[in-house]
């Protein structure tokens, strides 16, 4: 018996790591200018963020119920195998919805789906844990009550270089506050409860920076399990900050790109920070 792991392209995993570990993911599409592509399939990351910052119109659209069958009916062959759907928050996305519909026309005794409430490495980090969790010859039953501990312990910040990408998209949730009074300051921003909310409310892109470290210092004294770094089409300037993190503290780390689904709401110049803190005795 084999518990199966999938989950979809706004995980933003390391490259590489899905074919190692066997993780299937499933494509949302993006379309630029009124054409679409399967994210991470049909189009690299690095062109997507080309064409954007030339100007091209993105929209973004989940994979269908046909898309999720298609899987689950292959890694399903086995009568005696399982499968752990791990997607993007439910109150970002469709993608569950879809992958719910899917279950519903095939086995779904066998299929177990996990809403992550959460997006980008964040999501990856679940899915990581997960991985882990079913390698190591933990049970279904098992790995979602540990995931559940996890996603409080998970903590996705970010600094955007505008707000607008966000604005446009229709993403923006409790973030929409801040939205008329952009100019006047740099809001860190967070995902909590699912959505995208406003974590802290600098005035300087300076004092934003500042308190982005000041987030990651005190994360490393409570104790971090996994730590991630993202860039959209800025990957020098966050090399250079996870350098910094390396030399400062002598912990592994992540970089990892945002892909063109998460880039399509956040723009191209986001700096971003993904945690997972220890879990407390």
Same mark, same amino acid.
């Given at each position: 018996?084999?518990?199966?792991?999938?989950?979809?392209?706004?995980?933003? &995993?390391?490259?590489?790591?899905?074919?190692?570990?066997?993780?299937? =993911?499933?494509? &949302?599409?993006?379309?630029?200018? $009124?054409?679409?592509?399967?994210?991470?399939?049909?189009?690299?990351?690095?062109?997507?963020?080309?064409?954007?910052?030339?100007?091209?119109?993105?929209?973004?659209?989940?994979?269908?119920?046909?898309?999720?069958?298609?899987?689950?009916?292959?890694?399903?062959?086995?009568?005696?195998?399982?499968?752990?759907?791990?997607?993007?928050?439910?109150?970002?996305?469709?993608?569950?919805?879809?992958?719910?519909?899917?279950?519903?026309?095939?086995?779904?005794?066998?299929?177990?789906?996990?809403?992550?409430?959460?997006?980008?490495?964040?999501?990856?980090?679940?899915?990581?844990?997960? =991985?882990?969790?079913?390698?190591?010859?933990?049970?279904?039953?098992?790995?979602?009550?540990?995931?559940?501990?996890?996603?409080?312990?998970?903590?996705?910040?970010?600094?955007? $270089?505008?707000?607008?990408?966000?604005?446009?998209?229709?993403?923006?949730?409790?973030?929409?506050?801040?939205?008329?009074?952009?100019?006047?300051?740099?809001?860190?921003?967070?995902?909590? +409860?699912?959505?995208? +909310? =406003?974590?802290?409310?600098?005035?300087?892109?300076?004092?934003?920076?500042?308190?982005?470290?000041?987030?990651?210092?005190?994360?490393? =004294?409570?104790?971090?399990?996994?730590?991630?770094?993202?860039?959209?089409?800025?990957?020098?300037?966050?090399?250079?900050?996870?350098?910094?993190?390396?030399?400062?503290?002598?912990?592994?780390?992540?970089?990892?790109?945002?892909?063109?689904?998460?880039?399509?709401?956040?723009?191209?110049?986001?700096?971003?920070?993904?945690?997972?803190?220890?879990?407390?005795?």
């Amino acid at each position: 018996m084999a518990i199966h792991i999938v989950t979809d392209s706004t995980a933003c &995993l390391p490259k590489g790591y899905a074919e190692e570990h066997g993780v299937t =993911v499933v494509p &949302l599409k993006v379309s630029l200018d $009124g054409k679409y592509f399967r994210d991470g399939v049909d189009i690299t990351n690095d062109e997507f963020y080309r064409r954007l910052v030339a100007g091209a119109k993105s929209i973004t659209t989940q994979p269908g119920p046909e898309d999720f069958i298609a899987v689950y009916a292959k890694l399903l062959a086995d009568p005696d195998d399982e499968v752990l759907s791990v997607h993007i928050s439910s109150l970002l996305s469709g993608t569950l919805n879809s992958a719910h519909a899917a279950a519903a026309t095939t086995e779904s005794r066998r299929v177990v789906l996990y809403d992550s409430r959460t997006v980008a490495l964040a999501l990856g980090f679940t899915v990581m844990e997960a =991985v882990h969790l079913a390698e190591t010859g933990a049970t279904i039953a098992d790995i979602v009550a540990a995931l559940d501990v996890l996603q409080p312990r998970t903590h996705f910040y970010f600094l955007l $270089g505008t707000m607008k990408y966000l604005v446009e998209g229709g993403r923006i949730g409790k973030a929409a506050g801040v939205a008329a009074s952009i100019l006047q300051i740099k809001p860190i921003l967070t995902v909590k +409860d699912g959505i995208i +909310d =406003v974590f802290d409310r600098p005035r300087t892109i300076r004092t934003a920076r500042d308190r982005m470290w000041a987030i990651i210092d005190q994360a490393v =004294v409570r104790g971090i399990e996994r730590i991630g770094f993202h860039y959209g089409a800025n990957r020098g300037e966050m090399e250079g900050l996870q350098r910094e993190f390396a030399s400062k503290y002598n912990l592994p780390s992540m970089l990892t790109q945002l892909s063109p689904i998460v880039g399509t709401y956040s723009g191209p110049d986001m700096i971003g920070v993904v945690i997972s803190e220890k879990k407390t005795p």
